[in-house]
């Protein structure tokens, strides 16, 4: 076996082609090539081709170069332990607490290069059909929305931040939803898919404004994030199993005026609340 022979977790084998299909269309990032994962030193890495662009000290694009990097499956991808944490977000929070973050330039600076680590590291990990890992990089970025959203910055520096919330929540329900199919927990899965749609859709309605200034990009990103779920949801009933969600079977008994049903689903919607929350 090569070096660069890709291994995954227990799910591998267990998609569809289209919805493998679906994951790479949605993953695949042209600057970084996933050459596999690797096992070096008793480290479990990533092993990618990273494109690069050449600038002279006069700033004239010189040229594209190809770098081989690594990154580290668990912890901080780079392998770094900022003020001995495993990452800044630990930092901060051992630091902060539920406090408002003070943060200043440079730690935004920090957070954001921290955030592109794992942003990139999400992608392989959902390549490398490694949903746990995609969903704890989701999380992790999340963390670092919720610092931002905490700290006293000013509102337009703030939002540039702010504005990705739909696209790491999508990546985060994704990964959530296809860890739980493996599992056979196929109801988990569609509550999972369909509450990030509703939550997507109603985050992009409340900051409308926010995102009506950045043009049309910005008007459809929400849209965008909310298409991709709806469009993976319609492969995995297909080919899944993929069940409706209890929201999704509410709806449809309101709908329909099916009064037993919605007291039925109701209540076991509040049961399984309950259970969860024991």
Sequence with gaps: MSEFDEQSDDSAGKLSTRTRGFLQRLYRDPRYLLLGRIERFGRDLISFVEGCTMVSATGEVRGQALINSEYQMGGRPDGERPYDEESLVDYYLSQQGEKSAPLEEEDLAALRDESWQYYVRRNFAFLLEEFGRARDDAEHNLTIWNLVDQSEISDEVKWSYLRWWP????????????????????????????????????YGERHAAEYAGEGEEGRSLCEHMGQHISGLVDILREDEELPLS?????????????????????KEMIRRAVGEGE
């Design 167 to 202: 696209w790491i929540e999508r990546d985060r329900a994704i990964a959530q939803a296809l860890s739980c199919l493996s599992e056979g927990q196929g109801d988990a899965a569609a509550t999972e898919l369909y509450r990030a749609q509703r939550s997507i859709e109603q």
């Design 246 to 266: 209890m929201e999704e079977q509410l709806d449809e008994a309101l709908s329909r005026g099916d009064d037993q049903q919605v007291e039925r689903l109701r």
